[in-house]
């Protein structure tokens, strides 16, 4: 028998075989001897009811799934999750007051281990050891990278789990941080997750419920961090009614704390050094100083032959220092404005140089004032009377030419 399968909507778990839809029939509708309609969230309701519409003109349809209060049997796979997708228990033991899995499907329920790398049990650590073992063992043989996406209670993590995780070296573990309950027993997981080698091969994350009724972005952002010093990386689960809505404001919090794994600005706040800028950090401030030391032209070798010609050279020369480009970023745009990154605009010539030679050393400076050049030649003419006779005014760059009595040769 053809069974066409019909989502509201596509995620990474939907099925993607030549029966599996997430739309209207269209023009050249399949054969198929029966639809069903698969729901798994409440509030994707109104549009499997409008793809049922649609398609009970093709097959006898029916809608189903977690939505609509339908409990799970035995699970067969690649039929309403992507073939590597595996669920080996159902049902829960908590009386959790957000959660419809233990109204659905009762207490927990041990099913077939069937094949997969990606456990999506509703909470696997409450299974007997018999049937864990069973799932550690077939997890065993996959070849792909083992995944426990469903979520796991860290007040059940025992000892020989954490070993059996050791063992298995899985891709990534995620617990559930749900309640004041949870804070402990998630610190004490994951202190013993870290001890025991977990990381960096597997990523631990934290499912983190937060925007229910009372709730606050500060106290969620606490717990978001609490989750972070315990070793686990949050995903925040906003609160979600059965109409699907959020409450005001969430949203945007949701998003920054959804995938904090990529990497973006921390907004924790951080003390700083006395003296440091907070738009430029101190290593750019310390390489930005290199350039224009650099860029004016000076070495240590100028200002001993030269004394204190050098600071005032220093001072003249600030005019010619090039700011540092922006920082690039993917997509060759800048992370300061969102501009497309430009070349600096080149400063305007200097109009007055002199070349002055002090032992064997010929010093080039240049002014972009005349008040700075009168000022420059009273100090040198007083500090170093034996220097010799001043070249005319000319355009020079700062240089340094070294050389001999018989002549110089570019330093």
Known sequence: MRVARVFPRRTKATPDDDLAFTDVPGLFPPEVDRVEVSVA???????????????????????????????????????????????????????????????????????????????????????????????????????????????????????????????????????????????????????????????????????????????????????????????????????????????????????????????????????????TSRSRAPGRRARSAGRATTSSGMSRQRETASGNVGGSIGHTAKGRISAPPPRRVAGGRSDEVNEPIKAPKPHPPTTLGFGVRVGTTLLSVSFARETERDEWLRNFGARHPDAGDIAEPVMLKLTEIKGGDDGEEEG
């Open 41 to 275: 969230f409440s509030w994707d309701l109104k549009r499997a009811e409008y793809l049922a519409r649609e398609w009970r003109h093709i097959a006898p349809t029916e809608i189903g799934g977690p939505a609509v209060g339908t409990p799970g049997g035995e699970f067969d796979p690649g039929r309403f999750l992507r073939a590597g997708y595996v669920i080996t228990s159902r049902g829960c033991p908590n009386r959790c007051w957000f959660c419809e899995v233990w109204k659905r499907e009762g207490d927990v329920r041990e099913l077939e281990v069937k094949e997969g790398h990606n456990i999506l049990d509703d909470n696997l650590l409450a299974c007997s050891r018999e049937h864990i073992e069973k799932v550690f063992e077939m997890l065993k043989g996959q070849r792909d990278p083992v995944d426990f996406s469903g979520g796991l209670e860290a007040a059940r993590l025992e000892d020989w789990h954490i070993a059996r995780f050791v063992d298995l070296k899985p891709k990534q573990l995620f617990f559930a941080y749900d309640g004041p309950e949870d804070r402990e027993p998630i610190i004490e997981a994951g202190r013993k997750l870290v001890a025991a080698g977990m990381r960096p091969h597997c990523q631990l994350r934290a499912f983190v419920l937060c925007g229910y009724a009372k709730d606050t972005h500060e106290a969620a952002e606490r717990r978001m961090w609490e989750v972070i010093d315990a070793g686990f990386m949050p995903f925040a689960m906003v609160y979600r009614g059965k109409d699907g809505k959020r409450a005001p404001g969430w949203s945007p919090f949701q998003k920054k704390w959804a995938r904090p794994a990529f990497p973006r600005r921390s907004t924790r706040p951080r003390r700083m050094a006395a003296g």
